[in-house]
């Protein structure tokens, strides 16, 4: 008896040890456990926390951008004064794929008659604006060629060519306009306005459809009163220009030399060519090739986008630079074939431009110049991009 008592007393002091160390292990595994799930709450926390904040930074900056310029074209579109749209400046294809379209859709939203809208611009591109806006005013009217150049790059300096605020040469410009139409109270639609809402979208933090809420894209069936030199019954107008783009290297020259000596070889091609120095762009010039023939004496600073306009409205299709005319020819209703070399640039505008090509008849297609400089001469594809150009 004394043995098992003692063997009981032991199995009892053991299963009381036993059990003093699972209620030890359970609270610490329980510690361990509430500590695990406190990390976990405030992991989740703090990541909910600086999400909010993300959002917050880019949403709250972005809803006072709007309102304010909302609230900025609200004014200028009360009221019956005229309104005068512009000036532009800036490069010819933003304003082809997005200030015209952006006028369009302010007069829409604001239920502005054409008959008060002036735009301002420069190249004779009144029929760009001629569903929105009933006057036009040419800034080479009021500026020597010579003139606008240098205050136009004194305007820039040494920062970007975009007008992202009313600069001394847009004062100027605006009042020299009202005191030729004599309209002294007209108030201003300036494209900081535009670059203000768009620019986040070039940079790639908005959505295609914050720029499609902002514009309006029309096919473009306004011609312009200009004269015209003699031009094929059919033909392929053409346009290739130095920019970031398309770089000025020898060996771009010779590709697009091959592809313009392939095109013309089936179709006469115009060149335009305007030997202008407007801008910081340079025209690629194909000289002594059969076939190509080129605007030489018809275009000055008054008409040399007017000029363009139609040529390319009557050709049969379009090729250049990616970039200025290409993203104009597609609502004049010309196929157009867009080379560049670099999309860095681009990106964010060929994903507009094929949205808002989808509506029209022509057809745009972007073509990586890289690809034609990988192949042999001899296995160029030119002979295929002729006849797509048929």
Request: aromatic share 10%.
């Amino acid at each position: 008896m004394y043995r098992r008592s003692r063997r009981w007393v032991q199995r009892r002091q053991k299963a009381v040890r036993e059990t003093g160390k699972h209620a030890r292990a359970q609270v610490k595994f329980g510690g361990e456990r509430g500590r695990d799930a406190a990390r976990v709450v405030y992991g989740r926390a703090v990541r909910t926390s600086r999400y909010w904040e993300r959002l917050r930074q880019r949403t709250w900056p972005a809803v006072v951008r709007d309102v304010s310029v909302r609230r900025e074209l609200r004014a200028v579109a009360r009221g019956s004064a005229p309104i005068l749209v512009g000036p532009w400046l800036s490069e010819v294809g933003y304003e082809a794929l997005y200030w015209v379209p952006f006028v369009r859709w302010f007069a829409r939203q604001y239920e502005v008659d054409p008959s008060r809208l002036v735009a301002v611009s420069r190249g004779g591109v009144s029929a760009w604006y001629a569903d929105v806006a009933h006057r036009y005013v040419e800034q080479f009217d009021l500026f020597t060629p010579e003139e606008f150049t240098e205050r136009n790059e004194a305007r820039r300096g040494d920062a970007d060519q975009k007008q992202f605020a009313l600069s001394a040469f847009d004062q100027e410009i605006l009042s020299r306009a009202r005191a030729r139409l004599g309209i002294g109270d007209a108030t201003v639609c300036h494209p900081s306005t535009m670059f203000r809402l768009l620019r986040q979208f070039w940079l790639g933090n908005d959505s295609l459809q914050h720029l499609l809420d902002y514009t309006v894209f029309t096919p473009l069936t306004a011609t312009a009163p200009v004269a015209l030199p003699p031009l094929p019954e059919r033909f392929v107008a053409a346009k290739f220009y130095t920019g970031r783009a398309l770089p000025d290297t020898p060996a771009h020259r010779q590709v697009l030399r091959r592809l313009v000596e392939q095109v013309a070889r089936t179709h006469p091609v115009v060149s335009l060519d305007t030997h202008l120095a407007l801008d910081e762009h340079e025209d690629y010039v194909f000289k002594n090739v059969p076939g190509v023939v080129t605007l030489d004496g018809w275009l000055t600073p008054q008409n040399n986008l007017a000029v363009q306009t139609e040529v390319i409205r009557r050709a049969s299709r379009f090729i250049g630079t990616c970039g200025s005319l290409a993203w104009l020819a597609p609502m004049l209703g010309t196929d157009t074939l867009a080379v560049y070399a670099d999309d860095h640039f681009l990106t964010s505008h060929l994903y507009a431009a094929r949205h808002a090509y989808v509506g029209l008849k022509a057809r745009f297609t972007a073509l990586d110049l890289g690809v034609l400089e990988q192949l042999d001469a001899d296995e160029l594809p030119m002979a295929g991009t002729a006849a797509k150009l048929r």
